[in-house]
Structures are given as C-alpha cells and as structure tokens.
C-alpha cells in the first residue's frame, strides 16, 4: 500500500520503519523537507537527528506535508496531538479527501514526563475534531490506547489484550483491520467501537493509562477486556 | 464495622444488602427518612419503592444523611455524583471528619441509557472535588470502573481482572482493600493508583466503559492489566 507518516519523530519513524519492513511504500511527510534534514541536534534525548535516521533507512520518502498526503492512500497521523490540525492543514483537504486518516494521536498539553491533561475531551475529541474539518477524509481513530512500540507490535505484551477502533466509514475500518494484522495484533483482539464519536473514550483513557504506566514502571502493557462468557472473543 | 451508605438507589442497596451479608453493621443515610419510607412508586423501572426493599432488608438501618454519616466508620457515597457535593453537605464535615470516605460515583450529566459526558473530568474530578470540601475525611476513590453488581461481586466477571484505588491515605486505602477482599476482590488484583488526583483516571475511563457495555451488550465485563513480565500480578 502507498501510505504517508505524517510527523518526523519518534512515532513517525517508529512506524514508518514497521510499515518498510512490511514492504509497503512509504513516504514521512514534514513540514520542511530541506529543515528536516539539515537539523544535527537531537530533537529529543536520545533520537538521532532525521538525516541519521534516514541514512538507516534509505527506502523511506520524505516529502512536504503536501507531497505525502498526494502518496498515500492510507494516511498516518503521527504528529503530536496539539500539533495535528495545523499540520493537516499543510497537507491539504484535497490530498486528504477520500483517504483512510489513520489518527493515533492524543491531544495532549504539555511536555513528555509531565503531568499532562488533554486539550479536548469528554464533550469532543481530536478524531472528531480531524473528521469535522475533513468531512471526506475517512477518519480511523485507533493504538493511541498504547505505547508505539506495543501499537506496531503488539507482541511486546504477551497473551491476549486489545486494541480499539473509532470511525465512521466501515470499509477505512477494515483497512486499518487489515494493517493492525499485519503489525500483529489478532483479528478478535480488534474490537470496533463504532463511530469516530467513540474516540473520545480511548482518548480520556489517557489519564488512566499515563498514570498505569507509572505505577507499572513500564509501557510495555495494555488492557484486556474479560467478559463473562465462555468465548472471550469480543469482536 | 459500622457502615454508612449514602444513598437509596439501586447503588445504595446493592452495597447495604451485600455489606450486611458480610456481618457489618450497615445504616443507609437519605435526606428525608420519612418521604423515603412513604414514597410507593418505582423510582426506575423495576426498582421497587424503598420501604419494600426494607422489609426484606430488615437489618439494613435507615436514618437521616447527618445521622447516618455519625454512625458510619467507613462512608460509602452511593449517591449520583452531580447529587454527591449536596448529599455530603447534608451528611456534615463533623460526621466526615477522620472517616475513610469510600467514593464509588461518578459525575455523569444526563440520565441512565442517554449518550452521557461527565460534568468534571480531564483537569479535576469528584474525588478531588470531595477531597478539597472535606480536608478531614480519607477519601478513597474506587471500583467506579465496574458495574454496581460486580463491584460488589467481582466473580460474576470469571478470571482476573483490575480494581483501582486512588486516595491520599494509605491507611484508608488500606481499609478499603480489606472491604474490597471481602467483597471477593482478590488482593493482587486491587491497584493503587496513588493520590486522589489518580481518580481522574478511573472516572474518565467512563466514557470507554459505557462505549464498551454498548459493544458487548453487558455490563458484566471488566478489564484486566496485561504486562510483559512472567508475574503477572500489578500490585
């Protein structure tokens, strides 16, 4: 599949390089592709600048936000969450019209390792936001309920556990199906929520998960559902 | 132990009936005893009028709000949280001070079987709202992640599943867990969270757990925490 990453840090690259692997065609979408590459800070502790990066990774594209969106058929939103409108904006409502929107994100203030709230929650969410201003783009709201290592390769906990999807458009929902499957994640591990209005609870779960996170020590973890019924199946 | 459950609703009775069972001595508090016992129509469908539930709880007591709170050791709020504020203040500071205040609700607009959001979340919650009224009483957030039968009766969900505890005192956090195992909760299933300010997380996780209720058309479901470590045990 021809599919854009949209964002050039850790979640971009993280995935990006899970989707090359997986012999898809892949192009980053930034917003400056010359600034991109000629930065040698590491924009975070211990993440090489992208020119490094991408020398580790020659079969990834990098283009403008605009050029990427053009690419793909499946588009990834893997900006920070605060950042995705304004970004999206960049890639265009043309180039987003009748895609698969993949939102990972999750509106959060602040920085990493703060105590961080959400931007929009409980009446609204930032998949609902995404749809209302792209109302022909897609919209698939899912993995931001865990950790980007686990979303593309859910292997990293063991056993069963599941992941969430949040859309209005069943047939971008089975796309994404499709690729959750292929990063690993078991078809009855894949529970559809409904419609992109449910992103705001795997939103506002959150501030349940950050604080998990720090009790556990960990992010390698996430959520199964037990029901009471002999088939655990909840899909 | 001497036990307050404030409210007369399906919640309030559920804890009454079970914490009697279990040999404690349980007083329910409501504003007006005398309207309770006099009123004969179902408040909800299928909930009889509450001087027929007291005649087949003979030893669950029924006193005032204020008299109610001066007998309990231990204060369940079983009161809908946008009522909670207003009942306590009728309970009184004095009947809360130095009681482990064990808050189960949550502050949901709308009514039962409408699309609800909550009326504080994301930056503040009821727990911490309680707290911050009554500086005195151990508040301790828990079990509002589950349906009232199964947090009464966690067995009616099979396997291993997650409770959550959240307060400022550990030793009435302490306390909870112990009515938390009876109840059959079992202990390494019960996780601290850490101070009041965690009950964001658990009240905020409503939004997903009414989406999921929706999806597997039951309430007698929970989750359970999956990790990557041998022991799977989170406490």
Known sequence: M???????????????????GLGHDVVIGTRGVTDTLSRTDQSRPGMPPYSEWQREHPDV????????????????????????LNALEAVGADNLAGKVLVDIALP???????????????????????????PDARVVKTLNTV???????PARVPGRHNVFVSGDDAEAKSTVATLLAQFGWQPD????????RTARGVE??????????????????????????SDTRVS
């Open 61 to 84: 594209g990098l283009a403008s936000f605009a050029d990427a969106g053009a690419h793909g058929e499946v588009i990834i939103n893997a900006t920070a969450g605060v950042a995705t």
């Open 189 to 196: 591990s894949i529970v559809d929520l409904g419609g992109i």
């Open 147 to 153: 950790f980007v290592e686990v979303m593309v390769d």
């Open 108 to 134: 959060l203030d602040g920085a990493p390792g703060q105590t961080r709230s959400l931007v929009v929650a409980n009446t609204d969410s930032l998949g609902e936001q995404i749809q209302r201003a792209y």
């Open 204 to 229: 506002m779960y959150a501030s349940l998960y950050f604080t998990l996170a720090g009790v556990l020590n960990t992010f390698d973890f996430n959520i199964a559902i037990v029901r009471n019924e």
């Open 2 to 20: 021809k599919i854009a990453v949209i964002g050039t840090g850790m979640v971009g690259r993280t995935f990006a390089s899970r989707l090359i």
